[in-house]
């Protein structure tokens, strides 16, 4: 898993299936939410000129200030106790200073004994905060006694967080690390920010994730972006900085909505926002 599957193996697999199964210039619309959104970005970066639209829902840019916002203590934490409680459990108590650190551990281990039930835990986290209305524990307890489901989801998830996505640092950058610049393109080091600075929680305009710093790249694209008003799992701030970086951007919060695509109000906007780029293309 290490070895071949990063963000940018990711990318250069989307790009082969434009290529060579889809066989089209450009990809209509690119769509995805949460670490979809993510990957969405990285691509769009990667090949601006195969993307007509893009549509966004929980814009995740992959900071260290969010990934610890979600799976430390001090973020979501504070908004569902009782939940992080159980999360944090699972772990022993000299190992809680990087909780995500010791469920990959766990989760990577070749013994089931230690691997199921902390990645059983992990998922059941996340879960209790990825809607506004709560999971029934039932559901959710049938959902997570399929191994089949939890140990891949938190293997996977774990694998991505703890390696930072394979976003490069500033001081990366500077140094010639650059997986998602476009191909051919003369751009030396970091690029300018935007137009408008960042701020408070692990955006400011010092500290840029990668995909912000290079948001320029996808500035001619139409971008849609539906995020949830009370999603705790990405946090909303992410989806404001890239709509204001983006002049053909239109960002709706969806107020009585979380994180998942299944909630209502994420759902019917995401329709209405899919429908609006194909109407581009009419």
Not at 222 to 248: M, N, Q, Y
Request: glycine share 10%; with cysteine; net charge negative.
């Amino acid at each position: 898993m290490a070895r071949a599957n990063t963000t940018w193996h990711l990318v250069a697999d989307i790009e082969r299936l434009r290529a060579e199964i889809a066989v089209v210039e450009r990809w209509a619309i690119v769509e995805g939410g949460s670490w979809g959104s993510t990957l969405a970005m990285a691509y769009a970066e990667k090949h601006p000129d195969r993307v007509r639209a893009l549509v966004l829902r929980g814009v995740f840019l992959f900071d260290a200030e969010s990934i610890a916002w979600l799976f430390q203590k001090g973020g979501v934490s504070e908004l569902y106790p009782d939940a992080f409680e159980r999360y944090v459990s699972a772990i022993a108590p000299g190992e809680r200073g990087d909780l995500l650190g010791a469920y990959h551990r766990r989760v990577m281990s070749g013994d089931m004994a230690v691997a199921l039930p902390a990645a059983r835990e992990f998922v059941r986290w996340e879960l209790s905060v990825s809607t506004l209305a709560g999971m029934a524990p039932a559901a959710m307890d049938e959902l997570l006694a399929d191994d089949g489901f939890a140990l891949p989801f938190a293997r996977a998830e774990t694998h991505y967080f703890v390696l930072g996505g394979w976003f490069p640092d500033e001081a990366a950058e500077a140094a010639g690390e650059d997986p998602g610049r476009p191909d051919g393109a003369d751009e030396a080091g970091p690029p300018a920010s935007g137009p408008a600075a960042g701020g408070p929680g692990g955006l400011g305009a010092s500290s840029l994730p990668y995909l912000l710093r290079h948001v320029g790249r996808i500035a001619h694209i139409p971008t849609w972006i539906v995020h949830g008003r009370c999603d705790v799992v990405c946090r909303p701030r992410a989806a404001f900085e890239v709509f204001k970086r983006l002049e053909r951007c239109r960002l709706e919060y969806v107020h009585d909505a979380g994180h998942s695509e299944g909630e209502p109000g994420i759902t019917a906007r995401l329709v209405a926002a899919t429908n609006e780029a194909k109407a581009l293309f009419a």
